[in-house]
């Protein structure tokens, strides 16, 4: 699977660079235009998605070009390490994101960055989760030409749904806090528990797919 994923991180070299630079540079200019209490909240998610999209786009569209896909059924590696070296590439990404926005946090004290809550991390990731959980499966489903608009839609969504995450957010946190009688330690680490399991169930269906699939 290593090897699957160091595959994806290669298609991807020619951006990878821009995107990292981009992951640092985003957080401070989004923040400073936001001008939010949870600024640092919504760009770093913002950053995020738009850096996991972008490269996984890219991976995807690379595959559909060279008949990626077809080429890998001749190898040793089986459907499953396929699938699953997709959920990893994600979660390496999401964790290099993740470093350099502290990064990103020092350089832009002075602007209001300030590094994250765990709570806050696991609130990202689980966004995460739901985006490429249904992303990846429908994919695998209709293929890469049938589902490369999302981008399109998504860009063109993000303006108007930004302030119903902010509004989520804020609830979510509120209601964890008030109706769960568990110590904040574990509170703290319940969106990464929903987001591992919202992302290992989405595996499961993209595996099956996949199995079934004429290439």
């Known amino acids: 699977m290593l090897h699957l994923v160091k595959k994806d991180l290669i ?58 896909a077809a080429l890998l059924c001749t190898t040793p590696y089986t459907r499953n390490g396929v699938i699953k070296a997709k959920y990893v590439f994600i979660l390496v990404i999401f964790i290099a994101c993740f470093l350099l926005y502290n990064l990103a946090a020092v350089i832009g004290a002075s602007y209001g960055l300030t590094r994250l809550s765990i709570y806050s991390v696991g609130v990202a990731l689980l966004i995460i989760s739901v985006f490429f959980g249904i992303l990846i499966p429908v994919q695998t489903k209709f293929g890469y030409e049938k589902t490369k608009y999302i981008f399109l839609i998504m860009i063109f969504l993000t303006p108007f749904t930004l302030p119903t995450i902010i509004e989520w957010y804020q609830s979510i946190d509120i209601n964890i806090n008030i109706d769960l009688p568990i110590p904040q330690s574990i509170k703290d680490w319940i969106p990464f528990a929903i987001a591992v399991l919202m992302g290992l169930i989405s595996m499961i269906i993209s595996i099956r797919i996949y199995s079934r699939k004429n290439l």
């Open 11 to 68: 298609l991807a070299k020619k951006y990878l660079l821009v995107m990292l630079i981009f992951a640092i540079v985003a957080p401070i200019f989004i923040n400073s235009k936001l001008g939010l209490s949870n600024g640092s909240f919504i760009s770093f998610l913002t950053t995020v998605l738009f850096v996991e999209y972008i490269l996984f786009n890219m991976i995807s569209f690379q595959e559909d070009k060279y008949k990626g």
